[in-house]
């Protein structure tokens, strides 16, 4: 079972430091992620096995004994998940289904029609579904749909239907110095901002948003790399704010930007291509992917997902908040009815 470590980055680095360059555990860290909690104060998030997670506490014991609570507390939630009653079921998500407060409002209807729990596992697409395959979820919910395809093929997920969907934008400076608005496609859009080697934030996290910002380079023929492009490696919420503090370009799911628009001065500068389509899809877990899996929780909140009272729901979700609701629900339809 895997388990997420949160240790505040002073701690994390004198604790990197301080591993033997070869050993296990330094790796294990490394493959860690910067989170911010508040402007300027940051967590650093490690995704591991709780058997890694066991180690780096006997390594800590004996290297950074600051860094023992964190593991300690990381180790104490899995033994929480693990006690959870059949009545429960986890689900591995989007943070823009999370960062738009979606799942705030759909969660608590989910209990209070089944009488069934739900604990959320908020990750970026690619490793929410990574979770699910490994048997570590019981139902995924997530927006890659080339990346969904795969797992479903090979019989790690299963039954993937249609949820909802709203579109990808992308935002940038007032003063637009790649001159993007006048962009005719969102490939276009790319081009302009690489030539004139502008900033521009990429979650660069294996996500949906992060799939789809690297099939529109691929079809502008760029391959981004230099000073200009910077990697955040986080999710949507803290990607906006990173580049809305650096002024500089990035794409972003229209539900999340609604949501977060008091605090992200950067408008929306490409919008409408038929490549930004954003598709939000629900997929049981194969039981066959380990011997913790609730099938039949997870089953009962992927109908909820395409339920025709919650599709009313995010019909109406965002639009009296936001004066547009962040998604429209799609339930029963194919992709090719939505021109993906």
């Known amino acids: 079972m895997n388990c997420i470590l949160k240790m505040p980055v002073h701690v994390y680095f004198e604790f990197l430091c301080r591993c033997e360059l070869t050993s296990r555990e330094y790796a294990v860290l490394k493959s860690s992620h910067v989170e911010p909690i508040l402007p300027g104060d940051y967590n650093v998030e490690t995704l591991c096995d709780v058997n890694d997670a066991d180690l780096l506490l006997d390594r800590a014991k004996q290297l950074c004994p600051q860094a023992i609570p964190d593991i300690e ?19 591995s998500t989007t943070t823009s289904t999370q960062d738009s407060g979606l799942l705030n409002v759909l969660v608590p209807r989910f209990k209070k029609q089944t009488g069934y729990s739900v604990k959320t596992v908020s990750l970026g697409t690619g490793r929410a579904l990574a979770l699910a395959a490994k048997g570590e979820v019981d139902v995924a919910l997530v927006h ?165 009272e919650t599709q009313n729901v995010i019909r109406n979700f965002g639009a009296e908040k936001f004066g547009q609701s962040l998604f429209v629900p799609v339930a029963g339809k194919k992709e090719k009815e939505l021109g993906a």
Request: hydrophobic content about 40%; proline content about 4%; glycine content about 8%.
């Open 73 to 91: 507390r990381a180790l104490a939630s899995v033994c929480l998940l693990r006690s959870y009653s059949e009545g429960s079921c986890f689900v």
């Open 144 to 308: 890659a749909p080339s990346l969904e395809k795969q797992y479903v093929a090979e019989r790690k997920l299963l039954n993937r239907r249609l949820v909802m969907y709203n579109d990808f934008v992308i935002i940038g400076p007032k003063g637009d110095p790649a001159k993007v608005r006048s962009a005719t496609s969102a490939s276009g859009g790319l081009k302009a901002i690489e030539q004139a080697k502008a900033n521009f934030v990429s979650r660069c996290d294996n996500s949906g948003t992060h799939v789809l910002e690297i099939s529109l380079w691929k079809a502008a023929g760029i391959e981004p790399k230099g000073t200009w492009y910077i990697e955040t490696r986080q999710g949507m919420g803290a990607t906006l704010n990173n580049a809305n503090e650096r002024n500089a370009y990035t794409i972003t799911d229209r539900g999340t930007y609604l949501a977060l628009r008091n605090r992200v001065n950067l408008p929306i500068l490409v919008e409408g291509d038929r490549a930004l389509l954003n598709i939000y899809s629900v997929m049981e877990v194969n039981p066959t992917n380990g011997p913790r899996i609730n099938s039949v929780v997870g089953k009962a909140f992927a109908d909820f997902m395409v339920a025709p």
